[in-house]
């Protein structure tokens, strides 16, 4: 049986609608907890598969968050074995950081909501392309710059790297390809802080959006995890 370990930063931030294609699959999945257990000591080369999941911290905050450390180099070490990795949102940014690209917020923005990807040349090509037109969601106030040798995949009006892919076996997305809306009411939960403190946005809101949109995504996201599985091999 194939192994899929997905990296987790808060609880409510878990696989969503990943879990059960890769199941599927032939995966046996583990979570390791950011914070709580030794990524370090984590035996990558035993791993099929790493997903690292979001959270609401800076791939910056090292001073904060000690456990980012081991988290990199683990991600690097990875990316540089060629290994199969997917990050989401923090994980995205944090894969970028791992590749030398800098990771910052992004002009006091939070992008936050549902919205349609702008697709590249590259993106309509890639795993993604059943992504054309069909809102996602998108949860961040930080963003970062292309890595060196990345291909860049999509963009929104807000934030222009919104996924990248290096070889054929990484792939970074800013936005929330995962996100189902029965594990959003979670979400409403634990970021109730954040949702408060930008103007304009609502818990009923997002809740709207969420009954109008996740549908959808939940339909075509195991596609797009299905088209990477079978790119990276």
Same mark, same amino acid.
């Given at each position: 049986?194939?192994?899929?370990?997905?990296?987790?930063?808060?609880?409510?931030?878990?696989?969503?609608?990943?879990?059960?294609?890769?199941?599927?699959?032939?995966?046996?999945?583990?979570?390791?907890?950011?914070?709580? &257990?030794?990524?370090?000591?984590?035996?990558?080369?035993?791993?099929?598969?790493?997903?690292?999941?979001?959270?609401?911290?800076?791939?910056?905050?090292?001073?904060?968050?000690?456990?980012?450390?081991?988290?990199?180099?683990?991600?690097?070490?990875?990316?540089?074995? *060629?290994?199969?990795?997917?990050?989401?949102?923090?994980?995205?940014?944090?894969?970028?950081?791992?590749?030398?690209?800098?990771?910052?917020?992004?002009?006091?923005?939070?992008?936050?909501?549902?919205?349609?990807?702008?697709?590249?040349?590259?993106?309509?090509?890639?795993?993604?392309?059943?992504?054309?037109?069909?809102?996602?969601?998108?949860?961040?106030? &930080?963003?970062?710059?292309?890595? &060196?040798?990345?291909?860049?995949?999509?963009?929104?009006?807000?934030?222009?790297?919104?996924?990248?892919?290096? *070889?054929?076996?990484?792939?970074?997305?800013?936005?929330?390809?995962?996100?189902?809306?029965?594990?959003?009411?979670?979400?409403?939960?634990?970021?109730?802080?954040?949702?408060?403190?930008?103007? *304009?946005?609502?818990?009923?809101?997002?809740?709207?959006?969420?009954?109008?949109?996740?549908? *959808?995504?939940?339909?075509?996201?195991?596609?797009?995890?299905?088209?990477?599985?079978?790119?990276?091999?």
């Amino acid at each position: 049986m194939k192994t899929c370990v997905a990296i987790r930063h808060v609880a409510f931030e878990d696989l969503g609608s990943f879990q059960a294609p890769l199941e599927a699959a032939g995966y046996s999945i583990r979570y390791a907890e950011a914070g709580l &257990d030794d990524l370090g000591a984590l035996d990558d080369s035993a791993v099929d598969l790493l997903v690292v999941l979001g959270g609401p911290i800076g791939a910056y905050e090292d001073d904060n968050y000690p456990f980012l450390g081991p988290e990199l180099r683990l991600i690097e070490a990875r990316l540089r074995a *060629g290994r199969p990795i997917i990050g989401i949102c923090l994980g995205a940014q944090l894969m970028a950081r791992a590749l030398g690209a800098r990771v910052y917020p992004n002009n006091g923005i939070k992008e936050i909501g549902w919205s349609a990807l702008e697709l590249t040349g590259a993106g309509r090509a890639s795993s993604l392309a059943v992504l054309d037109g069909v809102p996602v969601l998108h949860w961040h106030g &930080d963003t970062f710059d292309l890595p &060196d040798g990345a291909t860049l995949l999509a963009s929104t009006s807000v934030t222009r790297n919104q996924a990248f892919s290096w *070889g054929k076996a990484a792939l970074g997305l800013q936005f929330h390809v995962e996100a189902t809306g029965a594990g959003l009411e979670r979400w409403f939960i634990g970021h109730a802080s954040e949702i408060g403190g930008v103007p *304009g946005l609502s818990v009923p809101g997002l809740r709207a959006d969420t009954a109008r949109y996740a549908a *959808g995504l939940e339909s075509v996201a195991p596609r797009v995890l299905a088209a990477f599985l079978s790119g990276m091999m």
